[in-house]
């Protein structure tokens, strides 16, 4: 794909998430997200890519970060020896997570391949749908109908439920609440 149209993508994605991300290699990227959060913003930027035609292969990573260096690529600690970890495992799946506990990583590495398979059919116009939906959740099909610029509320629902939204973000919330655990 081409950068001038992928990259400004990317690096509004992650923008939503956190400020400290790097872009590297011309095709590779490091992000420090929360707990929290992760979980949504990998689907969110998958969502953004595939918004327009493409996608990415997310290892992720949770431990500790052992200096502040100006920039993740020099920076050190268990979560980017995991994340690296994580890559590495990446074969036919897309996602992956690689933690200290090995309970948590079986759960959530059976569950991910799940949804990302789901993620894996969505259209673009669907993945821009679940892009809003991921990051206004506070708010009504009815005015993200409007916020996405759609006609008709059921447009929305539709593309929601074509998405498997609601179960993908069952699926998250436990991932996420068996995470933040740890």
Sequence with gaps: GDPNVWLPELQTALSVYT???????????????SV?????ATFY??????????????GIGLGQKDNQAAHLKHT??????Y??????????????????NPNIDELCNTILPLITEISNR???????TVKSALVNEE????????????????QV???LQKAGFSKMQRALNYCTHKMLRL
């Excluded at 400020?19 to 997200?33: N, P, V």
């Excluded at 930027?45 to 997310?58: V, Y």
């Excluded at 050190?76 to 020896?81: E, K, N, Q, Y």
């Excluded at 969505?122 to 821009?128: L, R």
């Design 122 to 128: 969505w259209t673009p116009n669907i993945a821009a």
């Design 157 to 159: 629902s539709t593309e």
């Design 83 to 100: 994340s690296g970890e994580a890559f590495d495992e990446l074969k036919k799946e897309t996602v992956f997570l690689r933690t200290a």
């Design 139 to 154: 708010i009504n099909q009815v005015d993200l109908a409007k916020l996405l610029g759609k006609k008709y509320q059921s």
């Design 19 to 33: 400020d400290k991300f790097d872009i590297f290699r011309g095709d590779s990227f490091q992000a420090e997200i």
């Design 45 to 58: 930027i998958k969502a953004s890519l595939i918004a327009i035609q493409l996608d990415a292969r997310i």
């Design 36 to 40: 929290a959060k992760v979980l949504e």
């Design 76 to 81: 050190f600690g268990s979560a980017l020896v």
